[in-house]
């Protein structure tokens, strides 16, 4: 904009409008048809702020996008909105608050708000708030504000700008106006414009119009200082990261991808690439789509320039790099536990080849059955197979085919043994009153086991010399019978008790013979 006479904008003439209509109004016997005329007006001045405060939204937006593209140039009048941006906050809800002490000094009902009031036609209190209560302190403090909101905007706009200037200067105004017959001779102070011998309903439409000029003339210079800014300026419309590979691992025979573009592109202008050695095409989105041939293992770097041109055509030259590493394809099976299955056990396999998920892999099992359970696979060898091998070969899907990762053999081996006891002993010295508590005989596994694997004692017999004579008393269960009580009672201190016959079943459902237990009475 440039300097010389300044007309009267649109929003002026709208405002002076709206103030010759009010005071029109006024000058009638005030009906509850006028009271609500002042409230329409209000609702019309509130649904003009929302527009414009999205209009505001927009401009701190496009500051935010311009300073990622040049934050240098950028950043100071970045700043500057900022300022303006926080000071016409400030105002804005000093003003709604000042609506709120009056609304609820006239209508005390937390349940109705500005919209819905009791007492709009209520002449007093607002000239009691703003003029009389604390010798007008509150007048003085709204002028204040809106003062030092002013010359914070003109100092953020060009002089030579003489029209934005006096545009800003009228719309917030605090002064004086001229006497309006030649019966007054005095002006009229700012206060009693906006406050005195008006209803309520009139001082909140005159409040939310210096509201709505708040807004107003915030966008007015925010707008002044982006079109500042945007001279000689690169021109976007997309932001995106400058280098975005599929991945920085790549398995032999697969091929590196990586998306090339700059900070910010236009759709409008596409930068041009140049990779020695490679051939990279610009899509309509602006980017650049690299593919190297994986062919060598190891790390591979590669590097050029993306060229673009800046507001006044010339290409400028923007150095990229990147490196990567190539992988042998190669397989990661783990057992959970040990390096062998357990016939009729479930035995915990976790599989995996770096670089490619999960759902690419073909895992398959010899001489055993599996399923898969979150990152690891179940595997049960077939009966029968104890003493054979199985073998996991994995397959994994590298660009639609599916290739042979790597293979791994673990030996099958039939269940281990547990022992039996009593009293969790199989063998020493044992006090005579402890056997008698007993209720059974039970197998365990030993400490080195990892599984947890569960045998259960099927029957058993109790055997000792009593009188000369060998005596067995059996039991088809793992449960101490009354009769193998009464044999154990009679037993002395050092008389040997045999515990044989014993057969356990597992897993696998075979009854399994088990060593005897020799104990010695305590």
């Not at 009906?31 to 401009?59: H, M, P, R």
């Not at 039996?420 to 039970?442: E, H, M, R, T, Y």
């Amino acid at each position: 904009m440039s300097g010389g006479n300044c007309p009267e904008t649109p929003r002026q003439k709208m405002i002076g409008m709206m103030y010759l209509f009010l005071t029109a109004m006024l000058a009638l016997n005030v009906s509850g048809e006028l009271l609500n005329a002042f409230k329409l007006v209000d609702e019309s001045i509130q649904e003009s702020i929302k527009t414009t405060d999205s209009k505001n939204a927009d401009l701190m937006g496009r500051f935010t996008a311009a300073e990622a593209v040049n934050p240098g140039k950028v950043r100071p009048a970045r700043e500057k909105a900022d300022q303006i941006r926080n000071a016409a906050n400030g105002l804005f809800e000093h003003i709604d608050s000042l609506k709120w002490m009056m609304k609820n000094t006239v209508d005390p009902n937390p349940e109705t708000d500005l919209t819905n009031y009791l007492g709009s036609d209520n002449q007093d209190v607002a000239a009691q708030i703003m003029i009389t209560e604390k010798g007008g302190e509150r007048s003085k403090e709204l002028k204040g504000m809106i003062n030092s909101y002013k010359e914070l905007l003109i100092s953020f706009v060009d002089a030579k700008d003489t029209m934005l200037v006096n545009t800003i200067t009228n719309s917030l105004s605090t002064d004086p106006i001229e006497p309006s017959s030649a019966s007054q001779t005095k002006k009229v102070p700012w206060e009693s414009q906006k406050f005195e011998h008006l209803p309520l309903s009139a001082s909140f439409a005159l409040l939310s119009s210096i509201q709505s000029n708040v807004r107003n003339m915030q966008a007015d210079v925010m707008a002044g200082l982006l079109t500042g800014i945007d001279e000689n300026t690169y021109k976007f419309n997309k932001i995106r990261s400058v280098v975005k590979p599929s991945s920085s691992m790549v398995l032999k025979g697969d091929k590196y991808s990586v998306e090339l573009f700059i900070a910010a592109t236009d759709e409008f202008q596409k930068p041009r690439f140049d990779i020695p050695g490679y051939s990279v095409n610009s899509n309509d989105e602006g980017i650049g789509i690299l593919e190297i041939p994986a062919n060598r293992v190891g790390k591979q770097k590669w590097e050029g320039r993306i060229w673009y041109k800046d507001p006044n055509g010339k290409e400028i030259p923007y150095d990229i790099e990147h490196e990567f590493e190539v992988m042998q394809p190669n397989a990661v099976i783990s057992p959970t536990k040990m390096n062998v299955f357990y016939e009729a056990l479930q035995n915990p396999v976790e599989v995996s080849v770096p670089g490619v998920s999960s759902s690419q892999l073909d895992v398959r099992f010899s001489n055993a059955n599996a399923r898969k359970r979150g990152n690891e696979y179940i595997v049960t060898p077939k009966p029968g197979t104890a003493g054979k091998k199985s073998i996991i070969t994995v397959y994994a899907d590298i660009n639609g085919t599916n290739q042979r990762i790597g293979s791994k053999e673990f030996r099958i081996k039939p269940l281990p043994l547990p022992y039996a006891s009593i009293a969790g002993k199989n063998d020493g010295k044992v006090k005579k009153n402890l056997l008698l508590a007993q209720s059974g005989i039970f197998a365990e596994m030993g400490e080195d086991f990892d599984f947890e694997l569960e045998y259960k004692v099927t029957q058993f017999s109790i055997a000792r010399n009593r009188q000369g004579f060998f005596v067995s008393l059996p039991s088809n269960s793992n449960k101490i019978t009354e009769e193998q009580k009464e044999l154990i009672k009679g037993a002395s201190k050092g008389d040997r008790i045999t515990i044989e016959d014993i057969k356990a079943v597992g897993p696998d459902k075979r009854n399994k013979k088990l060593a005897s237990i020799v104990i010695t009475v305590d």
